[in-house]
């Protein structure tokens, strides 16, 4: 029988074997052993007997787990018939994987079921809208990248018992009364007391966590809360524990405070933490986290912010159509909190000084504050300014791309936004402690001031656009400090640590191809008409090299990435003419 050739053969050497016999099954419940490779739905037992099939080495989970059967009882009998369909599908791609190039491209490099799709649960706590912003900026980043299941949780409210069940309505009300917060949050800080909550949190909540964990299964957690990481972290130790697993799953960390951070947000045993700043780096290392799990990229921003098309402020004000002419944002933050009818009055008041200078228009996002929004429409503001009194809105980066500057409280995530469109921040107010390092975050910076009376916010607005120069500097100021690429380099650095892309399962497919390309022979030697021609090894190693950067570098667009993979795809398509049949490699390779 003539001698594979070695390009593809170093393929199939890495081509799992399935086990000898099967093993037993751990999960949905499931009891016994399951059935030959050969089995197949059994109607009157009322129960799927699942293969014990060999998972990929782009897998996590171990080939005990590939084993599943479900009892006559099992309520997720769908549930485990679709499992047994992808790791059949997976083994009848690896049988067929040599039949063509191009199907083997398009099962390796295009289809999310080929490999098991990652499951990845983002903990959060809906104390603000920031916290749920920053999780659904992560999960559009994620999938964007990886072909990853994503659920986004706040175990607290939706599954706990009185009083953290009703964690947001205690945090809207301490919002407006900032002294009770301010009492929270110094008192917490404190090691003895911060213990003394987290033990009754975890005496009350501990299992409602285990079995959230349970019931989404995730490869991965991630946590954007400081209320969700002690407590994660136990119960993701005693779920290991409960399996027999040494190790427990893994543990992320992304803070989305920007100046400053509660110790709450850390723990010495996250496996990764991602930090804003380095005022927040600094407070994570002496909350004994490892300086070596510790990545600082930014604040991770909603999609828009990081991939809306460049566009002119002017191009965007057609868009919103409004006026062009100066134009001052005021944001009341999702939630609406802040002293936001006072400051928004007194701007807008402010403004009609600028009469003589072409005028001046006031956007008002009021957010969820329905009864601030009512109380401004009905304000009688200047006949010389422009107002546009909004309620919650979800084009934010188009609102802030049209203005000249922003006036808001010291949120970080508004923070943050505000720097990727280089606009000046004016701050009104902040919540004790959580926001107080974003006030100095600003000043520092040199793109902003804070003060908490409505008329002194209104005259150093008004002072900002009288002052083009001024206001050019502050521009660029923030501009520096913006990093509208974070979310997506947070997503990229989460996923090659333990996430797998459709296209880097073809990218290591083609890196074993390429390795047995050119001159090299097998032990044994083909002759000279198995080899890969050159030419057909070096177009097929440089449309490689081009994928893997369109693939690494976070700033593709998608249309340099699918070219790219058509590149490849023809490359691979070539080098296919000169692969010997399926089954002389199978008998090659003793597979």
């Known amino acids: 029988m003539a001698s594979p050739h070695p390009m593809v053969l170093s ?30 739905f059994d109607s009157k037992r009322g129960g799927i007997a699942l293969t014990a099939l060999a998972l990929s080495r782009f897998q996590s989970q171990p080939r005990k787990k590939s084993a599943r059967t479900a009892s006559e009882n099992d309520k997720n009998t769908r549930k485990v018939q679709k499992q047994w369909e992808t790791e059949e599908r997976q083994a009848e791609f690896w049988d067929h994987l040599f039949e063509g190039p191009e199907d083997a491209f398009r099962l390796a490099g295009e289809d999310p079921d080929i490999l098991r799709q990652k499951r990845v649960m983002i903990m959060i706590s809906d104390t603000g809208g920031g916290h749920r912003a920053s999780a659904m900026a992560l999960a559009d980043a994620l999938q964007e990248l990886y072909p990853v299941h994503i659920t986004i949780r706040d175990v607290w409210t939706e599954s706990c018992p009185w009083p953290f069940s009703t964690v947001v309505k205690q945090y809207m009300w301490m919002a407006k009364h900032t002294w009770s917060w301010r009492m929270l949050w110094y008192s917490s800080k404190f090691p003895v007391s911060r213990w003394i909550m987290q033990k009754f949190a975890n005496v009350l909540c501990k299992r409602v966590f285990m079995k959230a964990i349970q019931d989404d299964n995730p490869d991965l957690v991630i946590s954007v809360h400081p209320g969700t990481q002690h407590i994660v972290i136990k119960a993701l130790k005693k779920l290991a524990r409960r399996q027999g697993s040494r190790s427990r799953t893994p543990f992320v960390t992304v803070v989305t405070d920007l100046g400053s951070a509660h110790p709450m947000w850390f723990h010495p045993e996250a496996d990764r933490v991602f930090v804003p700043s380095d005022a927040v780096k600094s407070i994570a290392l002496k909350c004994h986290v490892r300086e070596s799990v510790i990545e600082e990229y930014g604040l991770p921003l909603r999609r828009a912010f990081w991939n809306a098309e460049p566009r002119t402020r002017q191009e965007v004000r057609q868009v919103l159509d409004i006026r062009e002419m100066k134009t001052v944002l005021v944001v009341g933050g999702g939630d609406g909190v802040g002293r936001l009818f006072q400051v928004a009055e007194a701007v807008g008041h402010q403004l009609e000084t600028l009469a003589d200078a072409g005028g001046a228009q006031l956007v008002v996002i009021c957010g969820k504050n329905e009864k601030v929004r009512k109380q401004l429409q009905s304000v009688s503001w200047p006949g010389t300014v422009h107002t546009h009194i909004l309620g919650f809105v979800k084009n934010m980066d188009e609102w802030m791309a049209a203005a000249d500057v922003i006036v808001t409280k010291a949120g970080p995530g508004t923070i943050a936004e505000a720097c990727t469109r280089n606009l000046p921040v004016m701050l009104s107010s902040y919540l004790p402690g959580q926001e107080q390092g974003n006030v100095g975050f600003v000043i520092e910076g040199g793109f902003g001031d804070f003060s908490t009376d409505p008329l ?85 190693s440089e449309a490689l090299r081009e994928l893997k950067q369109a693939q690494q570098d976070c700033l593709h667009s998608e249309a340099s990435l699918r070219d790219a993979k058509e590149r490849v795809r023809q490359a691979l398509a070539e080098a296919g003419q000169f692969r010997r049949s399926p089954q002389d490699l199978l008998s090659r390779s003793g597979v």
């Open 456 to 540: 002194v916010i209104a005259s150093t607005v008004v002072g900002w656009l009288q002052d083009d120069k001024a206001l050019q500097q502050m521009s660029n100021q923030a501009a520096a400090q913006g990093r509208p690429r974070a979310t997506l380099k947070i997503a990229q650095a989460i996923g090659q640590k333990w996430l797998t892309t459709r296209t880097s399962t073809m990218l290591s497919m083609l890196e074993k191809l390429l390795k047995g390309s050119g001159s090299s022979r097998l032990d044994s030697g083909p002759d000279a008409s198995e080899r890969l021609p050159e030419h057909v090894g070096q177009q097929l």
């Open 11 to 40: 393929v199939c050497e890495h081509r799992p074997q399935r086990p000898p016999e099967p093993l037993q099954a751990r999960r949905h419940g499931a009891v016994g052993q399951s059935s030959p490779a050969s089995a197949r």
